[in-house]
């Protein structure tokens, strides 16, 4: 029986280490000197949140400086509403888009709302699809973000 | 000549002492927008809202000093609309309403339905009961022009068009009262009559295209409308339709909804038939036409608005009498009157500050000039409002106004007697408190 020599085995080894790291670093190489980073939920139908979570993160970028915290807003469930294109908080959105705020649109709510809707809904250019927010979430909370539910 | 009396002067400095001044929150907003749609993406299934304003209105109950009622009490002078006492207390509004998108996943479809249980002429014109004001739906699918279908405000004056909760004032100004709030009669007022309906309310049954565009810092807005022309809650009464059109550029400084900040310019024109059945029976046009400028910025509010009126003039009533008195003779009995084919017009200005957050100060100068193609029958009515608002918190005040009125009939000599008789029209006074939910 042959065995993966130590050197192969290392070199594998630092592979998946380098693979994992980069994963994990692409999150966060938009904002490179970040001291925090937080992740806001969405996923109420109150409109009330859709407000409340777009000045959580405009405080958190004036607090620490939108070069010092990194803020990515998931949106599942019937918080989606807030990355439809047409949403009032277009402009809010735009303008925190700008200073490096994420916004990321679960496909799982993506998918359930086309059924409901009969066509899939139009969502702002700054939504990043992920295949589900609260495993985006849980991912993000892996790479030390705070959760934050506003 | 006006009466001050001491009585009256008392009870306006005790109200604005115990009263305070406040923040106005009326103008330069996009009112088509506010009372049509819901916030794309953001709106409610279903929004319950209403307000509640009781209020406190006092003249002196001067009687009428010449004509055929002398020495009955005066219409003018008496509060509406029970006109029945020169000082009341009563519920002037009560409004529950609910408003959404129905299905919050489609902002395309918007609804909008508000109900009256106060008293006042929707109530109790043409019978007293709980009125449907508000009951719409606005489609949002084509791009500029956006379409609601229902019972509405109709796109026109800005005093008609502004949501009444957020009114700086207690009363309208004259030129609204009486060209724009449409009373429905049946005849001219040669014979007896009453309101066949509640009051129009700046309402119509109709359908409108509307929309808003923003361009370099200003927001233009246009509306079209057809509406029966015939009052609210029931079918139209003739093949006529009434044509609204409306046009406003603000602006904007800043902010949002009945509180944003800019400086808007709006003209409208409205042009409609009406048939009566009785006295006078016949079809006549129903034209109306003006242009308003509204300001708002930090602490100064100020409005100014122009109103022109062709055809269907509310005429008062006989000898300035209460409607459905007998004549001292015992000959005849007061009635409202229309002018199917007179013309006026009517104007006023605005200006407000806001002392602090809590406290604001306005003041309002209104004319009307009625009947101008009849000398004989023109009449003049001037009021200036002194007015003074407490808000308790953003959805409670207290406003509190005097006003100084002046009537005349400036065709007639002095010693005739419809000057006699609006010489003795009263100030009047009037406290009222806003609750929103």
Same mark, same amino acid.
Request: aromatic share 4%; glycine share 10%; charged share 25%.
């Given at each position: 029986m042959h065995y993966l020599s130590k050197p192969v085995l290392l070199l594998t080894l630092l592979t998946v280490l380098l693979g994992w790291s980069a994963i994990s670093l692409a999150?966060? !190489?938009? /904002?490179?000197?970040? !001291? /925090?980073?937080?992740?806001l939920q969405i996923s109420d139908n109150n409109p009330f949140k859709q407000t409340l979570v777009l000045n959580v993160a405009n405080n958190l970028l004036k607090h620490y400086g939108t070069d010092k915290i990194d803020v990515e807003i998931v949106a599942f469930g019937p918080g989606l509403r807030l990355l439809f294109a047409e949403n009032t908080n277009k402009d809010r959105i735009q303008g925190l888009a700008d200073n490096g705020v994420r916004f990321s649109a679960c496909s799982n709510t993506i998918n359930a709302m086309s059924r409901k809707l009969g066509h899939k809904p139009v969502l702002s250019s700054h939504a990043v699809k992920v295949s589900a927010g609260v495993v985006r979430i849980m991912d993000l909370v892996d790479q030390d973000y705070i959760l934050i539910k506003p | 000549m006006t009466n001050r009396t001491p009585n009256l002067r008392n009870t306006l400095l005790l109200a604005i002492l115990?009263?305070?001044? #406040?923040?106005?929150e009326s103008q330069a907003a996009n009112w088509l927008m506010l009372q049509g749609t819901e916030p794309a993406g953001a709106a409610p299934r279903a929004k319950l809202w209403g307000f509640i304003q009781p209020e406190y209105q006092q003249t002196d109950g001067a009687l009428l000093a010449a004509g055929p009622w002398k020495g009955q009490s005066a219409i003018f002078n008496q509060i509406?609309?029970?006109l029945k006492s020169e000082s009341t207390f009563q519920i002037r509004r009560a409004r529950i309403g609910i408003r959404g998108t129905g299905m919050p996943l489609d902002s395309n479809v918007n609804y909008f339905f508000l109900a009256e249980a106060g008293n006042n002429a929707i109530t109790r014109q043409g019978?007293?009961?709980?009125?449907? @004001?508000d009951a719409s739906i606005t489609f949002n699918h084509l791009p500029g022009a956006r379409i609601r279908v229902g019972q509405f405000k109709y796109p026109g004056s800005e005093e008609g068009l502004q949501a009444i909760h957020v009114f700086d004032y207690i009363n309208f100004t004259n030129a609204s009262?009486?060209? #724009?709030?449409?009373r429905f009669f049946d005849g001219d007022g040669s014979d007896k009559q009453n309101p066949n309906r509640p009051n129009g309310a700046f309402r119509d049954v109709g359908v409108q295209l509307f929309d808003t565009f923003r361009r370099s810092g200003w927001e233009h807005s246009y509306a079209a409308m057809i509406g029966n022309g015939n009052g609210i809650v029931r079918a139209d009464n003739d093949d006529n339709k009434d044509l609204y059109l409306y046009w406003s550029s603000e602006q904007v400084y800043g902010g949002k909804g009945p509180r944003r900040q800019g400086l808007k310019l709006s003209a409208w024109w409205q042009d409609g038939k009406r048939t009566l059945t009785g006295a006078g029976a016949g079809e006549y046009d129903r034209n109306r036409w003006g242009a308003a400028l509204t300001f708002r910025k930090q602490q100064w509010r100020a409005a100014a608005e122009y109103i022109a009126a062709d055809g269907m003039i509310f005429n008062g009533t006989d000898g300035g009498a209460?409607?459905?008195?007998?004549?001292n003779a015992g000959t005849a009995v007061a009635s409202f009157n229309v002018a199917p084919e007179g013309e006026a017009d009517g104007w006023y200005v605005h200006l407000g500050y806001a002392v602090t957050p809590e406290w604001e100060l306005d003041a309002r100068y209104?004319?009307?000039?009625?009947? @101008?193609?009849?000398s004989a029958q023109e009449r003049k009515l001037e009021t200036l409002t002194l007015g003074a608002q407490y808000f308790m918190?953003?959805?409670?005040?207290l406003i509190v106004n005097y006003e100084v009125r002046d009537a005349e009939a400036p065709g007639l000599a002095g010693s005739a007697v419809p000057n006699q008789i609006l010489a003795d029209i009263d100030d009047r006074i009037s406290v009222q408190l806003l609750a929103i939910f």
């Open positions: 999150d966060q !190489e938009s /904002k490179p000197f970040a !001291e /925090k980073r937080v992740v | 115990s009263a305070g001044f #406040l923040g106005s509406g609309p029970d019978g007293g009961s709980v009125r449907l @004001t009262n009486q060209l #724009l709030l449409e209460v409607p459905g008195s007998v004549n209104d004319v009307l000039n009625r009947m @101008t193609d009849v918190n953003k959805k409670s005040r």
